[in-house]
């Protein structure tokens, strides 16, 4: 969930290929597939869009097409220049499908999301640092957090993370926490696991995640 400020490269492609599962009391959701591709502009610049398939069970059972997200990632500053490495990485969720909408399977409206990411090294661990602004049309402002540490050996990495979202009541503020690994299985494909729990939910958020869990590839070209 927290992001980092690295970017293909010039003329390069990222592309992750996952699913992912949401827990919650009453709800499980899946994304399966969740489609989030990554294109190189320069060496500081990457466009991105994200687009979830989603299956969501309460009772009855329901699937259709998710919000896509569509960002500029701009990395502004380089670890050797500046002690970290820092990025903007402006993002806008579009509605596709107001099926979707009336399904509960994706949210009314379009939303904003301003984040800053950062990553620095210290010896042995990588830190990733994610802090930003969230405002969806017709709802109060968010602001959202994320820190994540990883420790690389070779082709394997582990890595841990907590993040977040805080909004003035009533909307209330939630909290999650999970563990997971990558490997580098090949120069041009890696596998991604992880899961977690929800650690708090409060005001009108849903009710805390009971578990979290993800997988999938990522490809490089």
Not at 29 to 39: G, L
Not at 109 to 126: N, R
Not at 150 to 169: L, Q
Request: glycine share 14%; charged share 25%.
């Amino acid at each position: 969930m927290t992001d980092d400020p690295g970017t293909p490269g010039p003329g390069n492609w990222e592309v992750n290929l996952s699913g992912a599962l949401e827990d919650r009391r009453g709800e499980r959701s899946f994304d399966s597939p969740r489609i989030d591709a990554n294109y190189g502009i320069g060496r500081r610049l990457q466009a991105k869009i994200e687009v979830p398939w989603r299956i969501r069970e309460d009772g009855a059972s329901a699937s259709g097409i998710g919000n896509a997200l569509l960002g500029l990632k701009w990395r502004f500053c380089d670890e050797a220049d500046c002690g970290a490495s820092v990025a903007f990485y402006p993002q806008v969720e579009v509605q596709l499908s107001q099926r979707s909408v009336r399904l509960g399977l994706a949210e009314n409206g379009t939303g904003l999301l301003l984040p800053v990411v950062a990553q620095k090294e210290f010896g042995l661990l990588s830190a990733n640092v994610e802090g930003g602004y969230f405002k969806r049309e017709g709802e109060g402002r968010r602001w959202i957090w994320g820190l994540a540490l990883g420790r690389r050996w070779g082709d394997f990495e582990v890595m841990t993370e907590a993040y977040g979202s805080v909004a003035p009541k009533p909307a209330g503020s939630e909290a999650s926490w999970d563990l997971g690994a990558r490997w580098h299985a090949a120069p041009w494909f890696g596998i991604l696991a992880s899961a977690g729990t929800g650690l708090s939910a409060s005001g009108g958020r849903a009710p805390r995640a009971r578990a979290l869990a993800y997988l999938g590839g990522q490809f490089l070209f």
